[in-house]
Each structure stands twice: as structure tokens, then as C-alpha cells.
């Protein structure tokens, strides 16, 4: 062969109407040239000829077509049709009659104009005239679809549509509207342990107590319960009246200062409060002081002369954990003097050995003092019997048990419920009214008060066992006083408290092979991790991955940035990228009619789906955080291996349509069923995710169901997640790795 004529393929001409054009012309001079070769492996760009003898060559499609014929002047007409047709308008049938010569037979005569009509004419339309009879035009029309991948068009058009099963969906709250118990309903009261007022939050004390609740807070929102999380900085004490003197300012002033500092934190780790107050309130001095006078008068407090610590250096007594030294049971050189933090073991402050203040390193001196003790020994066998039931019942973690049965095993005694400090709920006692509440009497008395300012109709959640399931989070250092020394005051008092229902606690995050210190400032405080500039989804996400449940776990920056590109990105953002996109350039981001019939393998899709929705429903409700996290992202993953079996591509959109459909509209809903099951740990991304399907928040169900309907409009996809830079590394290491930074 002496001529090579070359088609194009869609990887070199973009615009299939061009193509299909182009190739028709091609082909069909090859029916006319002898010894010619139609080749699709060619160097050329375009359709082109070759002749091989001479190296005569054409790169132009016309060009060839007049090449064959030797025929090389077509009418001004002819130029305008194809000039029309790239424009976009349309040309009926009737129109090109008239541009076309026939034969007396009525056929199309073989000529160079009448075949660039009707290749422009299919190239366009995809079709042939019907009166087109001519045998090398219907071999060349057979030989070119070869060459082309005829595309889809969707007619569908984007107009604003939403189309969704509305009794699914979560219909939001007036915020303006109190949140009380609700007869016939589940009624879920939330509370996270009170973080301390004196400094700022590092990220286990965060993942510890207000994130874990908040998670579930939202879990328990999005399941249609009824629920109140309340929450609020615990400002009285030894330890801010001490600060206070450090910082040279007042208790008060102190307290406003981290308050606020507290708030802003919270706020950008976006947890979702629905009352953030502080116990620095009248509603805490008179909830308190109430509760102290009943269990005086049922005959529950006592009086003892007890032998404290006092510091000669600033002339002042020292509460426990001021006090540090040597622990007597494991010699942990940084023991307080209420509890060692590497052995957990409760202490009292004379255990201690080579005792020293905290505030000036000067040496304790023992002092007598007359005290009020809460007289737990007189309440112990309700006490065991309350726990015993109430941690059975309410599936508390198996720290808190351990913690807990330890105390109580240890038998119970007296404990001191009064300090000798200023800045604190007053003891409404005549005698001892120079003296305040401890503050572990105190704190957990602040749930209550911070519920009452919150809403007047206060005992409706806190004198209400019947109707109210009390959930708590906090670390396990918190436990006992929680488990025995707050349930014990409301059994005392003689009134019908609602109690504790199940207990959430966590072990300790340690920081790079390290531990987090406030006092010494190591570790990520939560006033500085937005300063790296990662969403908050993103660090709650690790953090929620990483939450201590049941033994220690580190924080450590290569393992976050891993997470982040590995799992969010590489999973979750990937999963619902890849649909979005392909609804926004196939569909017009209009969900197609679809069936699951037309789906290979949905009943095992489904079947998978539910059982991990299932399983991801029962840990939650156990408040295994981790492993729902963990289930969530299971689901990600199926979605993704959904769209491998299926190969959503091109192909699949163009040669098998309806099958094309039914895998978009299956994944859609799987992206927002997989939205809702986030939620609680990443709220900000599931809101993009919202935004982005066009719809509505979905409640958490336990079945895959399909809530987005056919013509629902989508938004354009956004990007969830961006890739960390692994040089980020060191540099955050050592940028976090001294003192907190106000």
C-alpha cells in the first residue's frame, strides 16, 4: 500500500461531533483512493494522508476527501453548512436535501460535496439521512462508529429541584426554645467533667471529657432523643485562689479571664454546648448550700478537727493537690498530694514523702483545723447498692467500675467537705462561715446549678430519675468523686435526684512518647492548634480515633498527618469526590431516574451497609466512641469498593446507562447516609456534605435507605479535605513542644 489514511481517536480531538465528521470524510476517501490502508496508529494529531512513495501528505479532513475525488472546488454553501453546524445551529433533513445532488434514481450522487455534507451532517446529528443510499457511504458510515465512542447526552437540566424523603430528615430546633424532659420520649441529660478554670485546656483534657460528650451529644440529637448538654468552667478552689496570688489579680478576675479563654476553645473545636456556664454563680451558692443543709439535717455530716498542711512560706493551708512529693506506693518523684499520676493511686497529702509546696518549694508544716466530713460511712451500703445496679443498668466503662469497686471495696469513711480558703461557696454555718465547700463537694453540684441557669424548669432534668438517662464523660482521674462522693450527697439529702445512668471515662493521651503538663506547658494546648492552620474536623477526628477508652494512647504528629491523608482524604474524601464530580460532568448534577434492578449485587450492597449501620447504632449507644468512628469509616470504605466493582467511568456511563444510573444513585444516597454517621465526630465536614447533596441533615438509622429521589438537584462538589505536607512534621513538633502561650 502506498497511502496510509488516518483516523483519530477521542484522545486527540476532543469534540466528538468534529471527530465522528472527520473520520467519516477519511474513511470514505479511502474508498475511492487504490491502495490505500486506513490505519488508527498514526503520529498525526488529526486525520491525515500519507503517501508513502512520495511523502505527499494532507493534514485536512475536506483536503482529503478532495484529494480522492481530484475534485477540489465545492460551493460557499457548503462552507456555510459546516460553519453553521460548529456554531451550534441546527439543520433539519429538509435543509439538506436541498444542498445535496441525486441521481435520477432518487440516490445521492458520489460526489465531493454531497459526502461533506453528510459527513458534517452525521458528525453532528450521529445519524444518516434516510435517503442516503449509496453503498461506500453506508460501508464508511458502519467503519467509522468503530472509531468513535459515541457519548451520552443528558438532557436533564439544572433547575433548583430537590426531591427527598422529608420524614427522614432532622428537623432542627429553635434555639430560642428551652429543652425539657418530653413524656413518652427518650430523655437524655449530657455532661462533660468541668474543666478547671486556672489554665488552658491541652488536647487530652479535651478529648477526655467535653469532645467525647459532644460526640455523643450529637449522636443522641441526630437519633431523634431528647437531649440537653450541659457543660461550664469549675472556678473555685485552692488551686485558682493560688493562681490568683501568682498572677497578681483577684479570684474573680482570674476566673473571667479563663472563662472566656475556656469558651473560645470550645467554640473552635466546635463543640456543640447547649449551655456553657461557669459555677461562679448565685444558682451554684444556693443549689449547694441546700444540699449541704439537708444532708445536715438528716444527719449525714459531722464535725472533726482534722490535721492539714500549712505552708509557713505564704502563710496559707494547703489543699491536697498542692502539695507534691515523692508517692509512697510507686516513688513517682511529681505525686500530688490528693493522687499520683503515674500509679493512680488516691493519696492523702501526709503520705507523701519529702513533701513541698507547690507554689514556693517551702516545707509544709502540720496544723489543726475544725472541719465538716460528709459521713459516707453512714451512706456506704446505698452507695454500693446504688453502683452496683446503676453500673450494671447503664453499661458504665470498665475503668470507672474498677475505680469505683476499689473505693468502695476499701470501705468507706468520713471525708472533709470544708476548706479554709476564701474564694469559694460559702458554708452556711455560723461556725464555719470562714470556711468554703471543697471543691470537689462542690464541683459536680455544678452540673445542676449551670441546668438552672440554663432553664427555671431546672429539676424537671435533675428530679426526674424516671424519665431522665444521666450520661457523664470525664477522664478516670475524675471517677470516685462522680461514683461515690456526688451520688452519695443526693442519696443523703432524701429527695429524688436523678443519678448517673452510665459513665464514660478515658485513660490518658499521652503526648510523643511523653505526657501533657499544664504546669509545665508540653504538649498541644487548645488555644494553639488552630495555628497550624488544620480544620477542626481534623483534629477531632484524630482525636476521636485515638481516644483512650481502655488503656493509654500518644498523640504523635506523624500519626496525624498519616490519618489525614491515608483515611479522610484517601477514603472518606475520596468516596464522595469521585461521585460528585462524575454527577457534575455526566448528570447536569441531576440525580437520573434509577433502579436498583438495573444494579448488580445491591442486595448484598445493602446488606453490608445495614449491618455495619447496625453495629455502628449498638457501640454508640454504648458510648464506644472509637469504634463508632471506626464502623463510620468502614462505611467510606464500602462506598468505595461499591464504585470499584461497578467501574463508574466513562464507559460504564456511555455503553451501559442504566446500570451508570443506578451506581450514581445508589452512591449518592450512600454518601448521605455516610454523612449522618460523621456527624457527631466531624460536624463541619457533614455540613459540606449537606450542602453539597443539597439537602437536609439525615437522621442516624440502623437501615440503608435510598432518600434522595431521581431529579434532585446536587451542588457542585468541594473539596473536604486537603493533602499535609509531611515536612509539616518536625516543625510542629518543636513549634508545640514548649510553654502554653496565652
Known amino acids: 500500500?502506498?497511502?496510509?489514511?488516518?483516523?483519530?481517536?477521542?484522545?486527540?480531538?476532543?469534540?466528538?461531533?468534529?471527530?465522528?465528521?472527520?473520520?467519516?470524510?477519511?474513511?470514505?476517501?479511502?474508498?475511492?483512493?487504490?491502495?490505500?490502508?486506513?490505519?488508527?496508529?498514526?503520529?498525526?494529531?488529526?486525520?491525515?494522508?500519507?503517501?508513502?512513495?512520495?511523502?505527499?501528505?494532507?493534514?485536512?479532513?475536506?483536503?482529503?476527501?478532495?484529494?480522492?475525488?481530484?475534485?477540489?472546488?465545492?460551493?460557499?454553501?457548503?462552507?456555510?453548512?459546516?460553519?453553521?453546524?460548529?456554531?451550534?445551529?441546527?439543520?433539519?433533513?429538509?435543509?439538506?436535501?436541498?444542498?445535496?445532488?441525486?441521481?435520477?434514481?432518487?440516490?445521492?450522487?458520489?460526489?465531493?460535496?454531497?459526502?461533506?455534507?453528510?459527513?458534517?451532517?452525521?458528525?453532528?446529528?450521529?445519524?444518516?439521512?434516510?435517503?442516503?443510499?449509496?453503498?461506500?457511504?453506508?460501508?464508511?458510515?458502519?467503519?467509522?462508529?468503530?472509531?468513535?465512542?459515541?457519548?451520552?447526552?443528558?438532557?436533564?437540566?439544572?433547575?433548583?429541584?430537590?426531591?427527598?424523603?422529608?420524614?427522614?430528615?432532622?428537623?432542627?430546633?429553635?434555639?430560642?426554645?428551652?429543652?425539657?424532659?418530653?413524656?413518652?420520649?427518650?430523655?437524655?441529660?449530657?455532661?462533660?467533667?468541668?474543666?478547671?478554670?486556672?489554665?488552658?485546656?491541652?488536647?487530652?483534657?479535651?478529648?477526655?471529657?467535653?469532645?467525647?460528650?459532644?460526640i455523643?451529644?450529637?449522636?443522641?440529637?441526630?437519633?431523634?432523643?431528647?437531649?440537653?448538654?450541659?457543660?461550664?468552667?469549675?472556678?473555685?478552689?485552692?488551686?485558682?485562689?493560688?493562681?490568683?496570688?501568682?498572677?497578681?489579680?483577684?479570684?474573680?478576675?482570674?476566673?473571667?479571664?479563663?472563662?472566656?479563654?475556656?469558651?473560645?476553645?470550645?467554640?473552635?473545636?466546635?463543640?456543640?454546648?447547649?449551655?456553657?456556664?461557669?459555677?461562679?454563680?448565685?444558682?451554684?451558692?444556693?443549689?449547694?448550700?441546700?444540699?449541704?443543709?439537708?444532708?445536715?439535717?438528716?444527719?449525714?455530716?459531722?464535725?472533726?478537727?482534722?490535721?492539714?498542711?500549712?505552708?509557713?512560706?505564704?502563710?496559707?493551708?494547703?489543699?491536697?493537690?498542692?502539695?507534691?512529693?515523692?508517692?509512697?506506693?510507686?516513688?513517682?518523684?511529681?505525686?500530688?498530694?490528693?493522687?499520683?499520676?503515674?500509679?493512680?493511686?488516691?493519696?492523702?497529702?501526709?503520705?507523701?514523702?519529702?513533701?513541698?509546696?507547690?507554689?514556693?518549694?517551702?516545707?509544709?508544716?502540720?496544723?489543726?483545723?475544725?472541719?465538716?466530713?460528709?459521713?459516707?460511712?453512714?451512706?456506704?451500703?446505698?452507695?454500693?447498692?446504688?453502683?452496683?445496679?446503676?453500673?450494671?443498668?447503664?453499661?458504665?466503662?470498665?475503668?470507672?467500675?474498677?475505680?469505683?469497686?476499689?473505693?468502695?471495696k476499701e470501705g468507706l469513711n468520713p471525708r472533709c467537705i470544708t476548706r479554709d480558703l476564701k474564694w469559694g461557696t460559702p458554708v452556711p454555718l455560723e461556725k464555719y462561715n470562714d470556711k468554703v465547700l471543697y471543691v470537689w463537694f462542690d464541683a459536680p453540684i455544678g452540673y445542676v446549678s449551670i441546668t438552672a441557669n440554663y432553664t427555671d424548669n431546672w429539676e424537671k432534668w435533675w428530679k426526674n430519675p424516671e424519665n431522665v438517662q444521666l450520661y457523664q464523660f470525664m477522664g478516670k482521674d475524675n471517677v470516685p468523686f462522680h461514683t461515690v462522693i456526688f451520688p452519695g450527697s443526693l442519696i443523703g439529702t432524701r429527695e429524688n435526684w436523678t443519678k448517673l445512668h452510665h459513665l464514660s471515662t478515658t485513660e490518658y493521651l499521652q503526648y510523643e512518647n511523653g505526657k501533657f503538663s499544664k504546669s509545665r506547658g508540653v504538649g498541644v494546648f487548645g488555644n494553639n492548634a488552630q495555628d497550624i492552620g488544620v480544620s477542626p474536623s481534623v483534629w477531632r477526628y484524630y482525636l476521636a480515633s485515638m481516644r483512650p477508652e481502655t488503656s493509654d494512647s500518644q498523640f504523635s504528629w506523624n500519626d496525624f498527618v498519616t490519618r489525614n491523608n491515608s483515611e479522610l482524604l484517601a477514603n472518606l474524601g475520596n468516596f464522595v469526590n469521585r461521585i460528585v464530580k462524575f454527577v457534575n460532568s455526566k448528570y447536569n448534577n441531576v440525580i437520573p431516574e434509577f433502579s436498583t434492578k438495573d444494579l448488580p449485587n445491591y442486595d448484598i450492597l445493602k446488606e453490608d451497609v445495614d449491618k455495619l449501620l447496625t453495629s455502628y447504632v449498638n457501640e454508640m449507644e454504648q458510648a464506644h466512641l472509637k469504634k463508632g468512628l471506626e464502623i463510620a469509616m468502614l462505611i467510606s470504605a464500602r462506598g468505595n469498593q461499591f464504585l470499584q466493582e461497578n467501574k463508574l467511568d466513562n464507559n460504564l456511563f456511555t455503553n451501559s446507562p442504566k446500570h451508570a444510573d443506578a451506581v450514581v444513585g445508589c452512591g449518592l444516597n450512600l454518601i448521605y447516609t455516610l454523612a449522618s454517621t460523621i456527624a457527631p465526630y466531624m460536624p463541619e465536614t457533614s455540613e459540606k456534605i449537606y450542602e453539597i447533596l443539597n439537602v437536609p441533615a439525615l437522621k442516624i438509622s440502623t437501615e440503608f435507605n435510598l432518600n434522595l429521589k431521581p431529579s434532585h438537584n446536587i451542588n457542585d462538589a468541594q473539596y473536604l479535605f486537603t493533602r499535609i505536607d509531611e515536612k509539616n512534621v518536625d516543625l510542629w513538633r518543636e513549634k508545640f513542644g514548649g510553654k502554653q502561650v496565652l
Open 216 to 408: 455523643y451529644s450529637r449522636y443522641c440529637k441526630n437519633r431523634g432523643y431528647n437531649t440537653l448538654f450541659v457543660c461550664g468552667t469549675d472556678e473555685y478552689g485552692t488551686a485558682t485562689e493560688t493562681k490568683a496570688i501568682e498572677d497578681k489579680c483577684t479570684p474573680q478576675e482570674l476566673c473571667d479571664k479563663y472563662h472566656q479563654v475556656h469558651k473560645k476553645v470550645y467554640e473552635w473545636f466546635q463543640i456543640g454546648f447547649d449551655k456553657f456556664g461557669r459555677t461562679t454563680t448565685e444558682k451554684q451558692t444556693e443549689i449547694a448550700q441546700d444540699i449541704f443543709l439537708k444532708l445536715n439535717e438528716n444527719g449525714y455530716l459531722e464535725e472533726q478537727s482534722m490535721k492539714q498542711l500549712y505552708c509557713p512560706e505564704h502563710k496559707g493551708y494547703l489543699a491536697d493537690r498542692y502539695v507534691e512529693g515523692e508517692c509512697p506506693k510507686c516513688h513517682y518523684e511529681d505525686a500530688r498530694g490528693d493522687q499520683c499520676d503515674k500509679c493512680g493511686s488516691l493519696l492523702d497529702p501526709f503520705e507523701l514523702i519529702n513533701p513541698r509546696c507547690k507554689l514556693d518549694s517551702g516545707k509544709p508544716e502540720p496544723k489543726f483545723s475544725d472541719h465538716i466530713f460528709l459521713s459516707l460511712n453512714k451512706l456506704e451500703s446505698e452507695i454500693k447498692d446504688w453502683a452496683a445496679e446503676a453500673s450494671e443498668k447503664g453499661s458504665w466503662s470498665k475503668n470507672s467500675k474498677t475505680i469505683t469497686n476499689s473505693w468502695l
Open 1 to 214: 500500500m502506498s497511502t496510509i489514511i488516518t483516523v483519530s481517536n477521542d484522545k486527540l480531538i476532543k469534540d466528538e461531533k468534529v471527530l465522528r465528521a472527520y473520520n467519516l470524510k477519511v474513511i470514505l476517501a479511502s474508498k475511492l483512493i487504490t491502495k490505500s490502508e486506513v490505519s488508527t496508529d498514526a503520529s498525526f494529531l488529526t486525520p491525515g494522508l500519507l503517501d508513502t512513495k512520495t511523502g505527499f501528505s494532507l493534514f485536512n479532513a475536506n483536503s482529503i476527501l478532495k484529494y480522492a475525488f481530484k475534485e477540489f472546488d465545492v460551493s460557499a454553501q457548503i462552507d456555510d453548512l459546516e460553519k453553521s453546524l460548529i456554531s451550534g445551529a441546527e439543520v433539519s433533513e429538509q435543509e439538506l436535501s436541498q444542498l445535496l445532488t441525486k441521481e435520477e434514481s432518487g440516490n445521492v450522487s458520489k460526489s465531493v460535496s454531497n459526502w461533506i455534507v453528510l459527513a458534517n451532517y452525521y458528525g453532528f446529528h450521529n445519524k444518516l439521512p434516510e435517503n442516503v443510499f449509496d453503498k461506500e457511504v453506508l460501508e464508511a458510515f458502519e467503519e467509522v462508529k468503530k472509531t468513535v465512542k459515541n457519548k451520552r447526552v443528558i438532557t436533564s437540566q439544572r433547575d433548583g429541584t430537590v426531591s427527598y424523603e422529608k420524614s427522614n430528615v432532622i428537623i432542627p430546633t429553635d434555639p430560642k426554645v428551652e429543652i425539657l424532659p418530653k413524656d413518652g420520649e427518650r430523655n437524655v441529660l449530657i455532661t462533660s467533667a468541668l474543666p478547671y478554670v486556672n489554665n488552658v485546656p491541652h488536647l487530652g483534657n479535651i478529648v477526655g471529657s467535653v469532645l467525647s460528650a459532644d
